[in-house]
């Protein structure tokens, strides 16, 4: 333990969020609770998500607990917690990309078919809120993803504008809010399977629009993969 977070644990002892245990954000016997959202294949309103997978439940107290922790309270350690929350449940669901996949126009041959692995794509903060919070808290889980599944990680979608924070709008004034919010960077997706990587969902309109950008950009087929819907 380094100097700093010895000190930091005198001011603010650490507590297992779910049974109190000294020293710990969240014990192995706790993390054994979580909840897993059985329902897996929720439909948002989405259109440019061929499906969005929904890890977690939010309904979970603990579990929100964890994202509110993590999210709110900068809180960056729960990060690869919450990321082996998402792995587990990424390898149990152990969704099948070729199944689903269909070549893009006259692109039929077996060159297309390292496109079937997904690309991982985490939802960007702005420049702004990213130095506030201090990490990119869609970053960490993503990358927790991409070393366990050996997907490529690309960081070239760039937040333009954060807008105000999506919690107190309905849903008109989300997709208003989220509207051009991102521009992709990076070289052509051109018959690219991403899956796209955030905390949170509440109506899909973050991940949709997102979406539309990456299929702008020639991205074949676009999933979503989130902690919980909120
Ligand atoms: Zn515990």
């Known amino acids: 333990m380094s100097f700093k977070s010895f000190g930091l644990n005198l001011l603010f002892p650490i507590h ?16 054994q609770k979580l909840k897993f959202n059985n329902q897996q294949y929720q439909q948002l309103n989405t259109p440019h998500l061929t499906q969005i997978f929904i890890a977690g439940d939010y309904r979970d107290p603990l579990l929100a607990k964890l994202i509110k922790k993590f999210k709110y309270n900068f809180i960056q350690s729960l990060g690869p917690l919450l990321a082996q929350f998402l792995i587990i449940f990424w390898r149990d669901l152990n969704f099948n990309f070729s199944a689903n996949f269909r070549h893009p126009d006259q ?6 078919v390292e496109n079937i692995l997904p690309c991982l794509v985490p939802i960007p903060l702005s420049k702004k809120r990213e130095r506030w919070r201090g990490f990119n808290q869609s970053v960490i889980l993503a990358q927790g993803l991409a070393k366990t599944f050996q997907y490529p990680l690309q960081q070239e979608l760039i937040r333009k504008k954060q807008g105000k924070t999506q919690v107190s709008l309905n849903k008109q004034e989300r997709l208003q809010n989220i509207r051009d919010a991102f521009v992709w960077t990076g070289d052509s997706l051109l ?39 909120g």
């Open 16 to 31: 297992c969020l779910g049974c109190q245990q000294e020293g710990i954000w969240l014990c192995s016997v706790c993390f």
């Open 107 to 112: 692109q039929t041959d077996s060159s297309t």
């Open 191 to 229: 018959g690219k399977t991403i899956l796209l990587i955030d905390d949170l969902t509440t109506t899909g309109a973050t991940l949709n629009e997102a979406a539309r950008v990456l299929k702008i950009a020639g991205a074949n087929k676009v999933y979503g993969l989130v902690l919980a819907k």
